[in-house]
C-alpha cells in the first residue's frame, strides 16, 4: 500500500526517535521536525486511524507492525543513500536532503539495484 510521503517521513521519525528515547511523544516529533504541535497532532490521529501508530493513555507513540516496515524500509533508503552520495564526494547536508527527496520516489527494483551495486563497490574498495 502507498501512502503519502508526510506519513512516510512522521513513520520514519518516530522510529529515528524511538531509538534515541525510551518513549516518543508529539512534542517530540514536532521538535524534531520543526512543525507545530496541532500538525503534528492530526497527522498522529490520520497514522492511528490508518493503522500504523498507537497511542497510549500517556501520549506515548509506538508504531504498529505495518507502521514499523514502512518506517524501516524509508530509514534504510535514506541512510543507504546519503551514505552513497558522501562516498560519491556529495556534502553531506545535500546528501541528506536529496536522500529524503529520493526515498520517496524510488522505485524497490531501482533501490534494490543500487543497494546491489554500492554492496558490491564497497567490497571492491574494501579488497584496495
Known amino acids: 500500500m502507498k501512502i503519502q510521503e508526510s506519513a ?3 513513520l520514519e521519525t518516530i522510529l529515528v526517535l524511538s531509538q534515541r528515547h ?3 511523544r508529539s ?3 514536532a521538535t524534531e521536525l520543526g512543525f507545530s504541535k ?3 497532532s ?3 490521529k490520520n497514522l492511528r486511524e490508518n493503522g500504523y501508530v498507537t497511542v497510549n493513555e500517556h501520549g506515548h507513540i509506538s508504531l504498529t507492525a505495518s507502521g514499523l516496515q514502512i518506517a ?3 530509514y534504510e533508503r535514506h541512510t543507504l543513500l546519503s551514505s552513497w552520495l ?3 564526494g556529495v556534502d553531506s547536508k545535500i546528501a541528506a536532503q ?3 527527496r529520493i526515498e520517496h520516489v524510488i522505485s524497490p527494483e531501482s533501490f534494490q539495484a543500487i543497494k546491489t551495486h554500492v554492496a558490491v563497490g564497497m567490497k571492491d574498495f574494501q579488497k584496495k
Open 8 to 10: 512516510e517521513n512522521y
Open 22 to 24: 525510551p518513549q516518543v
Open 27 to 29: 512534542i517530540d516529533i
Open 38 to 40: 496541532p500538525s503534528v
Open 42 to 44: 492530526v497527522a498522529m
Open 72 to 74: 524501516e524500509t524509508i
Open 86 to 88: 558522501e562516498f560519491l
Open 98 to 100: 536529496d536522500a529524503c
